[in-house]
């Protein structure tokens, strides 16, 4: 499975509009802070649209019952998440799944279940949100995908685009970015930044 190097996270449709037409072509749409299912449902609709239309693909974090009901071709799950849901139910309706991994026992679990995609975080501090991890490092991207192997490996957590080639070149096949685009000054031209060099950096 071909992963495209730059992976943004947003919570809304509102950014998915803003984000996928300067030609982002993967994206997860992670809403943490909406209980309504009617909410959840009309967002993940409304995002899935904008990114057919454009050929991007959509990965919707945790509400996995409605990425079912959306038809749509992604979901991803952290560790609690994976507890709770039914994976073969995900599995049956042809959904690929990626995992949150933050330590080798999570990895470990991330793989009994195959995933299509694990994601190794966080590789630096960041402010997206608290967590108990500490920093992975560089050397912990490269270590982990000797383990994955073909699966593909996102790397996580505090990347901005000046660090970006080194993740990449550690083993990395995508970035997921958070901070560094939606708290930017300027989020479209950041994002335009990451497409033009990620993309250039494909074959490092």
């Known amino acids: 499975m071909q992963f495209d190097p730059f992976y943004p996270i947003v919570d809304s449709s509102a950014w998915v509009q803003r984000l996928v037409p300067l030609g982002v072509k993967l994206l997860q749409l992670r809403i943490k802070d909406v209980a309504e299912e009617d909410k959840l449902r009309t967002e993940i609709a409304a995002s899935s649209a904008i990114c057919q239309h454009h050929g991007c693909q959509l990965i919707v974090n945790d509400h996995w019952r409605l990425a079912i009901d959306e038809a749509c071709d992604f979901v991803h799950l ?3 998440d994976l507890v709770d849901a039914d994976v073969d139910a995900i599995r049956r309706a042809g959904i690929h799944l990626g995992v949150s991994t933050h330590d080798g026992k999570e990895l ?3 793989l009994s279940v195959a995933p299509d995609y694990i994601a190794l975080g966080p590789v630096f501090s960041t402010s997206s949100k608290s967590l108990k991890w500490a920093p992975q490092g560089i050397e912990k991207v490269t270590g982990w995908k000797r383990q994955v192997g073909k699966l593909p490996l996102v790397a996580i957590g505090g990347i901005t685009l000046e660090k970006a080639g080194e993740v990449l070149r550690s083993g990395a ?8 685009v939606t708290r930017s000054s300027d989020p479209e031209q950041r994002t335009r930044d990451w497409l033009e060099k990620t993309r250039a950096w494909r074959g490092v």
């Open 108 to 110: 470990e679990n991330a």
């Open 173 to 180: 096949d995508s970035i997921a970015v958070i901070s560094d």
């Open 78 to 80: 952290g560790q609690e």
